[in-house]
Nanobody, 121 residues
Framework: QLQLVESGGGLVQPGGSLRLSCAASGFTLSNYAMGWFRQAPGKEREGVSCISSGGGSTYYADSLKGRFTISRDNAKNMVYLQMNSLKPEDTAVYYC??????????????WGQGTQVTVSS
């Protein structure tokens, strides 16, 4: 059974940092492109970042470039999202997702349960 479990969310002050982790099980992570999404209260889910199956290509939402960094460790079946210089508008539930191809474009088949990130003083 394919499963994704996010962790690392929490409460952080503006300007702070968090590192989200996504643990994959039940499948070989190296065959999947991985993405991070987020959904704020009252808003639609939006794409945050994606990394190709081998890690050679990464993509970010334009508004997040330079603050967020996606990475993966296929040997550990883990994907990470390093978030720096956090702003209150980054408050959302963050989801990890997998798609069964090497590239980032297209739909995602497997989703985690999400982890809450709250940026507030």
């Amino acid at each position: 059974q394919l499963q994704l479990v996010e962790s690392g969310g929490g409460l952080v002050q503006p300007g702070g940092s968090l590192r989200l982790s996504c643990a994959a099980s039940g499948f070989t992570l190296s065959n999947y492109a991985m993405g991070w999404f987020r959904q704020a209260p009252g808003k639609e889910r939006e794409g945050v970042s994606c990394i190709s199956s081998g890690g050679g290509s990464t993509y970010y939402a334009d508004s997040l470039k330079g603050r967020f960094t996606i990475s993966r460790d296929n040997a550990k079946n883990m994907v990470y999202l390093q978030m720096n210089s956090l702003k209150p508008e980054d408050t959302a539930v963050y989801y990890c997702a997998a798609r069964s191809t090497s590239s980032c474009s297209g739909s995602y088949q497997t989703w985690g349960q999400g982890t809450q990130v709250t940026v507030s003083s």
